[in-house]
């Protein structure tokens, strides 16, 4: 099985600044990984796919990079709506989730 | 529009049963694989079962022997049964859909989620 392993688990900031979260696998998937947002109580939301595209109505800010065994989402300036926890997950065999980070006030 | 509503959850004792529902608008399950995903409380996702359209389906193996994935063309409808219900099956259980991949890779469409607790 593929494990993915997130970090940091925490994450404390202020609106306005850059943040970025990797994600790592246990063996490589390409570039066959996602990132979602997830509010608490709400479903999570699909931002990014393929580790770099970015789903339709997610905005610019996000981004993804990195392929292989190494990834990162990157928020360039983080907004308040942007609060969240944010989860990687590998769809090269099977689907495996990290165990997500959690985006704080700082 | 798509959407997906999740049903049938609630509070079960250890060992027994319980079968989800995952309603479906706005596509049809027919020509759709899906998937059921859960979370336990403050803790992370974790695949549950898949139901691919030519009626494959595959099982977590935490959930192997006591769940069965299941559908119903007519009344657009994902199914899940749990049986042998354990306390680590506690969890929040998503149904979600890959709309556009045309596979089962990432989850573009998610329902609002169904609350399982096990518990004596």
């Known amino acids: 099985d593929i494990q993915m392993t997130q970090s940091p688990s925490t994450l404390s900031a202020s609106v306005g600044d850059r943040v970025t979260i990797t994600c790592r696998a246990s063996?490589?998937?390409?570039?066959?990984l996602a990132w979602y947002q997830q509010k608490p109580g709400k479903a999570p939301k699909l931002l990014i796919y393929?580790?770099?595209t970015l789903e339709t109505g997610v905005p610019s800010r996000f981004s993804g990079s990195g392929s292989g065994t190494e990834f990162t989402l990157t928020i360039s300036s983080l907004q308040p709506d942007d609060f969240a926890t944010y989860y990687c997950q590998q769809y090269d065999s099977y689907w495996t989730f990290g165990q997500g980070t959690k985006v704080e006030i700082k | 529009e798509v959407q997906l509503v999740e049903s049938g959850g609630g509070l079960v004792q250890p060992g027994g049963s319980l079968r989800l529902s995952c309603a479906a608008s706005?596509?049809?399950?027919?020509?759709?694989?899906m998937i059921w995903v859960r979370q336990a409380p403050g803790m992370g996702l974790e695949w549950v079962s898949v139901f691919y359209n030519e009626g494959d389906t595959y099982y977590a193996d935490s959930v192997k022997g006591r769940f069965t994935i299941s559908r119903d063309n007519s009344k657009n409808t994902l199914y899940l049964q749990m049986n042998s219900l354990r306390a680590e099956d506690t969890a929040m259980y998503y149904c979600?859909?890959?709309?556009?991949?045309?596979?089962?890779?990432?989850?573009?469409?998610w329902g609002q989620g169904t609350l399982v607790t096990v518990s004596s």
């Open positions: 063996q490589s998937i390409s570039s066959w």
């Open positions: 706005g596509f049809a399950v027919s020509g759709t694989y």
């Open positions: 393929k580790a770099s």
């Open positions: 979600a859909i890959d709309r556009y991949s045309g596979s089962l890779n990432y989850f573009d469409y």
